[in-house]
């Protein structure tokens, strides 16, 4: 082989080797949703992505974010909210040497991170087409911890994206338009990136369980329960279900029920996170408040004195509103679950008008309480005591005749609620689980 023709081939080996490694970083929306987790605006693009970042767990402490963006850098940021200050940030720089872990304090340029933590690692950079492209490996919870770097592992969190210019070596501060910045619209675990945890839905399957357990419970279960108990015993009264009064067969079974999948529904939950959910909001708090809420009903219903004891009213009184506390509070924090998910506040509200909808119903129930009560005392006032005039004797008092039964129109309408409660706990409750499914 003559030296020249030796010469052309190494050549064109060196131009090979330059393409693979100038060409070789691909940044794709591929498998998002399914083999890996994607934040990408505009939201619909697919091939020509302002910015775009992919997450995938690649070992049991490693998490690997692909950047890409359209600028001199673009960096993806941790959050406990959709605003920049307190923001634990990853950067792609087109000067490599700025590449690295940010941390921002307050809205303004954040500083880099020196040196750069070993918890991060640039494992490859590449500028193509006006396009900065890089992938980072980062700890998921850095050991020992490191100041301003969040345990992702514990944490749900806000991915911020964003994209900018240089000028020189300084890094600008990004636009305040759309197209150069922006935030989920809910908290996200970063570790459920892999395929096999992805469900119908872009929400986790471990949290499509959990917020269907829940919502069956609260929003169907425990509304028909309570209602059943509070209104339905007298119209039931004369029937049995497996040798006790109906109205109890079928306040026991929801409510227990009720108690069962909350239990279950918080287990799922706390698998699925390992532990606390740090940045949820108030949702596991209000969710632990709610479960020792439930327990506390059976264990009182187990402790209560007998009817016509004297602290059997005491035991009634506690019973409906520990009953109607934890009912009320277990809406509330569905509400919050689903705000975590991006269905409570923001662009989507779907969640919330779910919710109030529900509480339309329970405020038509209160306006029905209040009907019963000024019914009731109208039959008192038309109630005339009557004189056994053949019975009476001297010093013994007159007796008032037996408190009338229930009217039959009055027996129509509960039984008419008693369909209508049903009916706004069940579409409700659908309404919650398919957006909880379905949402993309």
């Excluded at 040497?97 to 040196?115: D, I, V």
């Amino acid at each position: 082989m003559s030296m020249p023709t030796k010469h052309l081939l190494s050549i064109a080996f060196l131009l090979i080797l330059l393409s693979t490694k100038l060409h070789g970083l691909t940044v794709s929306t591929a498998g998002c949703g399914t083999e890996k987790g994607c934040f990408r605006f505009p939201a619909s693009c697919s091939t020509d992505c302002n910015f775009l970042v992919t997450y995938n767990v690649t070992s049991s402490n490693k998490v690997e974010f692909e950047l890409s963006g359209k600028g001199d850098w673009a960096a993806v940021g941790f959050s406990d909210d959709p605003t920049m200050p307190n923001t634990d940030i990853l950067m792609c720089v087109s000067n490599q040497a700025l590449s690295g872990h940010y941390y921002a304090s307050q809205q303004s340029r954040p500083p880099k991170t020196t040196p750069n933590p070993t918890a991060v690692t640039i494992v490859e950079q590449a500028v193509e087409g006006g396009m900065i492209k890089c992938r980072i490996s980062r700890d998921i919870n850095p050991s020992p911890p490191i100041t301003n770097f969040k345990d992702l592992n514990s944490e749900l969190v806000f991915l911020l994206g964003a994209i900018g210019s240089l000028s020189g070596n300084s890094i600008q501060q990004h636009g305040g338009s759309g197209s150069d910045r922006q935030a989920t619209s809910s908290r996200i675990n970063v570790t459920e990136a892999s395929g096999s945890a992805a469900g119908i839905s872009g929400i986790n399957i471990n949290i499509i369980v959990h917020g269907t357990l829940m919502t069956i419970a609260w929003v169907l279960f425990a509304f028909v329960g309570l209602f059943t108990a509070r209104y339905m015993r007298q119209v039931w009264e004369p029937t049995e279900l497996f040798g006790v009064k109906a109205w109890f067969a079928v306040h026991r079974t929801l409510m227990t029920l009720t108690v069962l999948l909350t239990v279950t529904g918080i287990i799922v939950i706390f698998v699925h996170v390992k532990g606390w959910s740090v940045g949820a909001g108030p949702h596991p708090y209000l969710g632990i408040i709610v479960l020792v809420l439930a327990l506390a009903q059976p264990i009182m219903a187990a402790f209560r004195p007998h009817p016509g004891e004297p602290r059997r009213n005491i035991f009634n009184w506690a019973h409906r509103i520990v009953g109607t506390t934890a009912l009320i509070l277990g809406v509330v924090t569905i509400y919050f679950g689903l705000d975590t998910v991006g269905l409570g506040s923001g662009m989507d509200k779907s969640g919330l008008y779910a919710v109030i909808s529900f509480y339309i119903g329970e405020f038509i129930v209160f306006l029905f309480e209040v009907y019963l009560i000024i019914s009731k005392r109208n039959r008192e006032k038309r109630a005339v005591p009557v004189r056994d005039i053949q019975m009476e004797q001297p010093g013994h008092p007159t007796r008032a005749s037996p408190e009338p039964e229930m009217p039959h129109k009055e027996a129509m309408i509960r039984t008419m609620m008693f369909v209508f409660v049903v009916l706004v706990g069940a579409s409700v409750a659908l309404t919650i689980i398919l957006l909880i499914v379905l949402k993309p």
